[in-house]
């Protein structure tokens, strides 16, 4: 049975939507393209026209103090954020998905609400909130900060690797006499390490892309890659803060990428090492 051919209305509406997913894609990847280029235009300018290729700009971002600083603090930010993260998510996720218990359903709506909220009212929410008690800005509150943005993610992320995951193999390794914690040490964790290396990945991207939140929470002379380019933004627009945006997205795009091809490397490894079943 041939299908039925779409009509000329339904040809046009085709088109219209894909000449409109077109656009928006162009929208949205034209100004990363054009940083990227622009990181290596040899003019003094930050803009177009190109008059010849340099890398220059990268190498003045060597010898920045400031920027150097702002990326090993967004850097050890984003490493105890995505560690921190991931512990916290995957066993909230697992209490939430195994067990039954009073105030279930309104731990995972509360644990869910910071991806919900706007940044900017957490930001200035949890501002607020260490002005009434008196509380100094400090590392650790930035660090606590980003734990709590990104948490939501990981749990979701664990919460639905956990869902997949059968009860039969814990239930199998309690009967034979195995604790609770060797159950899920043994078990369960092995097979949640797809999203326990995506859902750090995620915390990592997260922390270190952060701008609206730091802005609130960072301590007085912290600076961040996000806010350290903020703050070169308000001098002018030079080749550098483009080179800096390149480093950014190389960051924030190439590891979780890396991540996810070591990942997925690692993974066929294992399924060809494990022995064939035998069909009889």
């Avoid at 949640?192 to 995506?198: F, K, M, R």
Wanted: hydrophobic residues 55%; aromatic residues 8%.
């Amino acid at each position: 049975m041939k299908a039925a051919r779409p009509n000329g209305e339904g040809r046009w509406a085709w088109r219209l939507t894909g000449f409109v997913t077109v656009c928006v894609y162009i929208f949205m990847f034209a100004p990363i393209v054009a940083t990227v280029i622009l990181s290596f235009n040899a003019s003094m300018f930050g803009g177009f026209p190109m008059t010849g290729f340099s890398l220059q700009w990268y190498a003045k971002l060597m010898n920045n103090d400031a920027v150097l600083t702002a990326f090993r603090t967004s850097l050890w930010i984003a490493l105890v954020t995505a560690v921190a993260t991931t512990a916290i998510g995957v066993v909230t996720a697992f209490a939430l998905v195994r067990f039954e218990f009073p105030g279930k359903q309104a731990l995972s709506t509360l644990v869910i609400l910071p991806a919900l909220v706007p940044e900017t009212i957490l930001g200035v929410g949890l501002l607020v909130l260490i002005k009434a008690i008196d509380q100094p800005r400090t590392m650790l509150l930035l660090v606590l900060g980003h734990i709590l943005l990104a948490v939501p993610y990981v749990v979701l992320i664990a919460q639905a690797r956990m869902v997949g995951i059968r009860r039969v193999y814990e239930e199998a390794a309690l009967s034979l006499g195995a604790s609770r914690f060797s159950s899920f040490r043994e078990i369960t964790l092995p097979l949640l390490i797809p999203a326990v290396v995506g859902g750090a990945l995620l915390a990592f991207t997260i922390s270190f892309d952060n701008t609206s939140a730091s802005l609130f929470w960072r301590p007085a002379g912290v600076e961040t890659m996000p806010t350290q380019i903020l703050s070169m933004l308000k001098i002018s627009i030079s080749p550098e803060i483009n080179a800096l945006g390149t480093v950014m997205i190389l960051v924030t795009v190439g590891i979780p990428l890396i991540g996810g091809l070591i990942l997925q490397s690692l993974t066929k490894l294992k399924r060809r090492g494990e022995p064939k079943e035998e069909v009889r």
